[in-house]
Antibody, heavy 130, light 112 residues
Framework: QVTLKESGPVLVRPTETLTLTCTVS?????????????MSWIRQPPGKALEWLGN???????YYTTSLQRRLTISRDTSKSQVFLTLTNVDPADTATYYC???????????????????WGQGTMVTVSS | DIVLTQTPLSLSVTPGQPASISCKSS???????????LYWSLQKPGQSPQLLIY???NRFSGVPSRFSGSGSGTDFTLRITRVEAEDVGVYFC?????????FGQGTKVEIK
């Protein structure tokens, strides 16, 4: 069975660093035959739309939304089938449900990456508050 | 950033009746490679989002044929020919033609 599961703290204090883990099962982060796959982090603040945060691709390339580039790092441990989100200097505006999702196939060209998600985790709610 | 505006924001449908959701983009989503990276997904209550339609009109694996997508440029539509009880949830469009990738605000579909 193919699953993705997010985990991490429920509450984080302002200015602290948030680290979330996405553990996948049923597939490998490095696809054996398709090099054009990846993983993504997306979040949804309460009552607001989904916001794409960034991706890490099979080849190790990373792609971040501009607004969070200075604070966001996405990394992985392929041996543990885990993808990580690290967000520094958090603010109450970072309060959201955070999702990881799988990119089954992407296209890359001079304008960037193009893809969507075929599998999502259940999400984990993170509150930033003192 | 590209703004995707979905209408309506909520929809109450009688089972067996059709439904349609619009997603309008603030910019043309046709990429120079000839593809349009516009997707539709559904988040059922208590579940993770699931991909329904990719690149405007292609049904993802396992998606019932009652779901269809259409459109071009800046105007896109998701249609359900005959709504079933299991179709309730929040539908959202997403684009990855332009950086950063963006989502519509979602349309909540409920059954009358």
């Amino acid at each position: 069975q193919v699953t993705l599961k997010e985990s991490g703290p429920v509450l984080v204090r302002p200015t602290e660093t948030l680290t979330l883990t996405c553990t996948v099962s049923g597939f490998s982060l490095i696809h054996p035959t398709n090099p054009y796959t990846g993983m993504s982090w997306i979040r949804q603040p309460p009552g607001k739309a989904l916001e794409w945060l960034g991706n890490i691709f099979s080849n190790g390339d990373k792609y971040y939304t501009t607004s969070l580039q200075r604070r966001l790092t996405i990394s992985r441990d392929t041996s543990k089938s885990q993808v990580f989100l690290t967000l520094t200097n958090v603010d109450p505006a970072d309060t959201a449900t955070y999702y990881c999702a799988r990119i089954p196939l992407y296209v890359y060209d001079s304008s960037g990456y193009h893809a969507s998600f075929d599998l999502w985790g259940q999400g984990t709610m993170v509150t930033v508050s003192s | 950033d590209i703004v995707l505006t979905q209408t309506p924001l909520s929809l109450s449908v009688t089972p067996g009746q059709p439904a349609s959701i619009s997603c309008k983009s603030s910019q043309n989503l046709l990429h120079s490679d000839g593809r349009t990276y516009l997707y539709w997904s559904l988040q059922k209550p208590g579940q993770s989002p699931q991909l329904l339609i990719y690149e405007v009109s292609n049904r993802f694996s396992g998606v019932p044929s009652r779901f269809s997508g259409s459109g071009s440029g800046t105007d896109f539509t998701l249609r359900i020919t005959r709504v079933e009880a299991e179709d309730v949830g929040v539908y959202f469009c997403m684009q990855s033609t332009h950086f950063p990738w963006t989502f519509g605000q979602g349309t909540k579909v409920e059954i009358k």
